[in-house]
Nanobody, 114 residues
Framework: QVKLVVSGGGLVQHGGSLELSCVAS????????MEWHRQAPGKEREVVAS????????NYIPSVKGRFSVSRDNGKNTLYLQMKSLKPDDTGVYYC???????WGQGTQVTVSS
């Protein structure tokens, strides 16, 4: 059974930090590109960051570049998103996603207060 279990969300003040984790099971995590997505209230879901299977290629959307850092530990089947200098616009539900097999985690709420 495929699972992507996301944790680490919460409430943080403007300028604060959070780290999200996504633990994968039931599929060969190390072989796949992974993504973090978020969905802000009233907006469409958007990809925030992506990381290739061996971490050789990493991409971010412009609004988070320099503040967010995506990484993975293939030995632990875990994807991470380190978020710093958080802004109220970063508020939303964050999901991990394996695009090729189209597997989604359950999402975790991140709320940044002003």
């Amino acid at each position: 059974q495929v699972k992507l279990v996301v944790s680490g969300g919460g409430l943080v003040q403007h300028g604060g930090s959070l780290e999200l984790s996504c633990v994968a099971s039931g599929f060969p995590f190390s072989k796949f590109l992974m993504e973090w997505h978020r969905q802000a209230p009233g907006k469409e879901r958007e990809v925030v960051a992506s990381i290739s299977s061996a971490s050789g290629t990493i991409n971010y959307i412009p609004s988070v570049k320099g503040r967010f850092s995506v990484s993975r530990d293939n030995g632990k089947n875990t994807l991470y998103l380190q978020m710093k200098s958080l802004k109220p616009d970063d508020t939303g539900v964050y999901y991990c996603h394996a695009p090729t097999p189209n597997f989604w985690g359950q999402g975790t709420q991140v709320t940044v207060s002003s």
